[in-house]
């Protein structure tokens, strides 16, 4: 019950209790009056009865011993006057205006027909006695039937105090009765409104009220200083402390709430700053080792309950391999067929559920980790794929923001197209298109990074078609890029990792072979010429002859200073043409004016 409908109850019912008890102690003092009017009214009648028993009685003795004595003193309080029929008749008025009851009054009737006659008779009798007949005024007062005359009105007086004196002690012990149990009611209610405040204050203001006021003013304090830790009890009562309690309930959970909306924003918030911070490093990046260092870096502190992959596409297209991981991943291959995953087929993210909700990538080896392949697509173009995976079941891939996800794949596929175009861009700027060889100024940076204080050996190659221009003027111009083409494979793949190739111009090359002493560089300029003497060649099918070269070598700083190597190396060239080319000569310390060899 609520605590305003306990007062209003309470309130109501001590009013009630009050006016009971009021209306209780008035009926108690009307009672009581009632008793006093009772005891009043007996001893009235009783005082009245006596006074006509006396003054019948008086009467009759002052006859009595008139006749008997004759003295007149014993007529005067035997007076026929009209005070002594006022005294009687006053007397009998007064007993009637007691209310007595209908018996009473035919008693009282009687009785005072009763004084009437025995007046009668004594005054007959006292003139008869003034008359002088004694004798006879004796015999009519001591007679018999004046003896059973006064008997029968004592009689009658006696039986009417004795009537009187039963009903008004019956009146004054009912109004005595009723006073008592009234004021008894009285004083029941007067306790029970005592109880019911005492309950109140006891039960409503200390039990319902104070003591869980109390309680909620600790809790409020603590959800003030914003320590939602704090537990609220439930309170199964349905009243105006319950609905506080249930209030403060609320709070606290909202608190609850707030804090963790509070820290999931500050968590988001913290991610989207991460993501901020590997997106502008990713756009920073000059290498795909470096795309790779920054997501190994960043995604494990983005995203710390995935692990991953970074699969790049090789050159032809067809397969991608890792590239770069973080947390160790275990289902996904390490390369696989571009046909084998989903989400590239697609073009779009494909989630591989472990309960079979839909179908699964093919590079996925068997475990209950699910997994998220992301495709990295720029400019239209497919680069590769970013791999998710759980780590250890701690996470669906379904919490993580797929909107994050797609946001990151997308950025590094920007900074890898971007690396690739740049690249490619590169390699326009140092590369010879028609054979894929080092340009001359890829050679002239490489010649003054040595120069500007590289401590190592260098050996240089000066290599040169031998009689190419039959090739332009007998097969066509296709025919003789098809040499070009065809000799400058054969050389890088001669000289490999070893050193690097330049297409010095027209059908020139130049091999630089860092740390290289003469005698190696002798030795591999002698396995490149014999390496393009023996290779067939043919165009159109039509053979195209025996294409041989000439190749001069010189080495710095051993034999001439890092300004004159290639003038050097230049100048032996010259001399294996003029030797009967399709050999190799050493280099000479002496410098060679390159002018003439323009023709070449």
Known sequence: MRIHEITNWAYGLTLVF?????????????????????VEHHLSLDSLAEELALGADERTNEARLYVMSGEERRLVTFATD?????????TITAIRSLDPSPQEVDLLNSIRRDADVLDTMERQAIQTYQQGDVAKARDTLFGTEHVQLHARFMANVETFRKD????????????????????LIARILLGATAALFLGV??????????????????????????????????????????????????????????????????????????????????????????????????????FPRLAGHLLLLNDR?????????????KRCEDQFELSDCWALRRGHPHVSDVRGGDAQCKHLREGEQEALCVPLSALGDTIGLLYFEEVDGACSSGDISRLYLEMIAENVALAIANL???????????????????????????????????????????LDIDHFKRFNDEFGHDAGDMVMQHVAQIVRESVADRGKVFRFGGEEFTVLCPGMEIEQALDLAEVIRAA?????????????GRVTMSIGVAQSPGEGPWATLVSRADASLLKAKEDGRNRVRPGREQTVDLAPLVHR
């Not at 009209?82 to 006053?90: H, I, P, Q, T, Y």
């Open 532 to 544: 393009v003497a023996d290779a067939p060649l043919s165009h159109r099918a039509r053979p195209l």
């Open 82 to 90: 009209e005070a002594e029929e006022k005294r009687l008749e006053g």
């Open 18 to 38: 009050t006016g009971l008890s009021a209306a209780a102690f008035i009926v108690s003092s009307h009672s009581a009056d009632r008793e006093r009017v009772a």
């Open 164 to 183: 009187t004196a039963n009903r008004t002690l019956s009146a004054v012990h009912d109004a005595q009765f009723r006073a008592d149990f009234f004021g």
């Open 317 to 329: 297209r067809t397969t991608l391999r890792v590239d770069a991981s973080w947390l160790e991943p």
């Open 420 to 462: 690739e175009l740049r690249e490619r861009l590169t390699d326009m700027a140092i590369r010879d298109p028609l054979t894929g060889l080092l340009n001359r100024r890829s050679l002239d940076e490489m010649l003054n990074r040595f120069a500007d204080g590289q401590g190592t050996a260098l050996a240089c190659m000066m």
């Open 201 to 302: 204050l006891y039960f409503v203001l200390r039990r319902r009220v104070a003591m869980p006021l109390v309680k909620m003013a600790a809790v409020v304090r603590r959800l003030a200083r914003q320590d939602y830790e704090v537990e609220v009890l439930p309170d199964g009562r349905h009243d105006e402390i319950s609905e506080m309690n249930n209030a403060l309930a609320i709070f606290r959970e909202n608190g609850l709430e707030r804090e963790r909306l509070d820290a999931a924003r500050r968590a988001e918030q913290e991610t989207k700053d991460l993501i901020l911070q590997m997106m502008h490093r990713l756009q920073a990046c000059q290498t795909r080792g470096e795309v790779a260092e920054m997501l190994t870096r960043f995604m494990p502190q983005i």
